[in-house]
């Protein structure tokens, strides 16, 4: 609690400053504009979804299902490979639809294939497993290759390397709180509802002199993690489609196929000026 605190002091000064100097290491005034601050969060969540989910489903593949490395790894190119060509057909994607169609489908998306994890169960759920990551994959292709160039031109031209570096640390910060939240989540479920034997799957399917019963109330517990951290990332992915719904300017379309035009940038200069 004490850390926690002294983190939160921390945080408050450390944004309070950044506000006050004229050459800030994160210029937190950028978030003043809609736009951009759609385009962080949308670098942010999906990456946190896409780590956690990446972990924990290695563990659902070979301590629950049972499968060899090499067997899960293959159960997870589909939507390795969808997420890579999502990426490169993003482009042309966006000049046909939009930018803002584009970020509002990516996390709809994103929502559903987490959802279908739900499905997912002891056994017999390595198609559920697929389809999950195969439509995710799309959402996440799709999120990966128009976050920077959406932050970027949101703001103006002088802001642009502050902007696309607020977007890449975005990416980074996602990807380690996916694990460590929803990480987290996931395994203190775990401890709940699972056999008191150690504090991972893993480690319980290891122990010595493990039953069958224990291995009967271990796997469900660790599935009923997996699901609770998949609808949890799926429900902000699904309120975050709404909310750039209703708040991204339907004038936001692009100019030349691939980044969007910048808006509200009188907001951010007089902020700037400020």
């Not at 799309?138 to 160039?149: E, H, M, Q």
Request: glycine share 10%; aromatic share 6%.
């Amino acid at each position: 609690m004490a850390t926690g605190l002294v983190g939160i002091v921390a945080l408050w000064w450390f944004v309070r400053r950044q506000l006050h100097l004229e050459h800030p290491l994160i210029d937190f005034r950028l978030f003043r504009d809609r736009v951009f601050t759609i385009a962080a969060i949308t670098g942010l969540l999906p990456l946190a979804a896409w780590s956690a989910v990446a972990y924990l489903g290695g563990i659902y593949l070979q301590s629950v299902l049972g499968l060899a490395v090499l067997d899960a790894a293959l159960v997870a190119l589909p939507g390795a490979a969808v997420l890579t060509v999502t990426c490169i057909v993003t482009p042309a994607l966006v000049a046909r639809i939009g930018t803002r169609a584009a970020l509002i489908t990516c996390h709809f998306f994103i929502a559903a294939g987490l959802l279908l994890l739900l499905a997912t169960g002891i056994s017999g759920g390595i198609g559920w497993y697929v389809a999950s990551t195969v439509i995710a994959g799309i959402g996440y292709g799709i999120s990966f290759s128009v976050v920077a160039d959406t932050a970027v031109a949101a703001v103006p031209a002088e802001r642009a390397g502050s902007a696309a570096a607020i977007a890449e640390t975005s990416n980074e910060i996602g990807n380690a709180l996916g694990i460590a939240l929803l990480g987290s989540l996931a395994a203190l479920i775990f401890r709940l509802q699972g056999p008191d034997v150690a504090g991972t799957l893993t480690e319980t399917l290891q122990a010595p002199g493990v039953t069958a019963t224990v291995i009967g109330d271990a796997k469900p517990a660790f599935v009923t993690g997996l699901h609770a951290a998949a609808v949890i990332a799926g429900m902000l992915h699904a309120a975050l489609g709404v909310f750039a719904l209703r708040h991204l300017p339907r004038a936001f379309t692009t100019t030349d196929g691939a980044h969007p035009e910048p808006l509200a940038q009188d907001t951010v200069e007089e902020s700037s000026v400020r």
